[in-house]
T-cell receptor, first 114, second 115 residues
Framework: ELKVEQNPLFLSMQEGKNYTIYCNYS?????LYWYRQDPGKSLESLFV?????AVKQEGRLMASLDTKARLSTLHITAAVHDLSATYFC??????????????FGQGTILTVHP | KAGVTQTPRYLIKTRGQQVTLSCSPI?????VSWYQQTPGQGLQFLFE???????NKGNFPGRFSGRQFSNSRSEMNVSTLELGDSALYLC??????????????FGPGTRLTVL
């Protein structure tokens, strides 16, 4: 069974600092997604990573995928308060009938302080 | 382009009752997936429908069921509600049937409270 683990689960950052959220998964996959969720809201798609070595950047967020290590990272540069949210990674396992099923990590609650 | 819509947004039910939630996917999307989100268990996959057929199912009891209509709208039903069914139920739609491109777009969710 596919397991997806994120760390840290809680992250308190100062504005202007850099940090990385890690997403490890247990079986072969070549599809990984990052989502953002604000309190009481739905999931907003941030990045879709489709191959080994994929790197995508949007503003202060950069995501990468290493399929050999079964690891994705979400790097935050010069954090600002607006980035405070919960971040989820989600994985689709390679092969098999995984139609429509994303397996999510536990989520990382990010709080950015002035 | 309109996003995924879910109705109702909030529901309060009592134990033993049943409930039906509705999801309208993005126009042109034919795959609809349902997830349950709770503080304890996180986001868990319930089931997925494509062209009115359930193609995938998560580890939930038979009290949880769903269906999809010819216009791709989907409903999920929970019978004999339990306190533990209190959750945010999220619906997501995607464009194709090919699992190699199944980026999902989520609706706002239905917040179900069971008393």
């Amino acid at each position: 069974e596919l397991k997806v683990e994120q760390n840290p689960l809680f992250l308190s950052m100062q504005e202007g600092k850099n940090y990385t959220i890690y997403c490890n998964y247990s079986t072969t996959s070549d599809r990984l997604y990052w989502y953002r969720q604000d309190p009481g809201k739905s999931l907003e798609s941030l990045f879709v990573l489709l191959s080994n070595g994929a790197v995508k950047q949007e503003g202060r967020l950069m995501a990468s995928l290493d399929t050999k290590a079964r690891l994705s990272t979400l790097h935050i540069t010069a954090a600002v308060h607006d980035l405070s949210a919960t971040y989820f990674c989600a994985v689709v396992p390679a092969g098999g009938t995984s139609y429509g099923k994303l397996t999510f990590g536990q989520g990382t609650i990010l709080t950015v302080h002035p | 382009k309109a996003g995924v819509t879910q109705t109702p947004r909030y529901l309060i039910k009592t134990r033993g009752q049943q409930v039906t939630l509705s999801c309208s996917p993005i126009s042109g999307h034919r795959s609809v997936s349902w997830y349950q989100q709770t503080p304890g268990q996180g986001l868990q996959f319930l089931f997925e429908y494509f062209s009115e057929t359930q193609r995938n199912k998560g580890n939930f009891p038979g009290r949880f069921s769903g269906r999809q209509f010819s216009n791709s709208r989907s409903e999920m039903n929970v019978s004999t509600l339990e306190l533990g069914d209190s959750a945010l139920y999220l619906c997501a739609s995607s464009l194709t049937s090919n699992r190699y491109y199944n980026e999902q777009f989520f609706g706002p969710g239905t917040r179900l409270t069971v008393l």
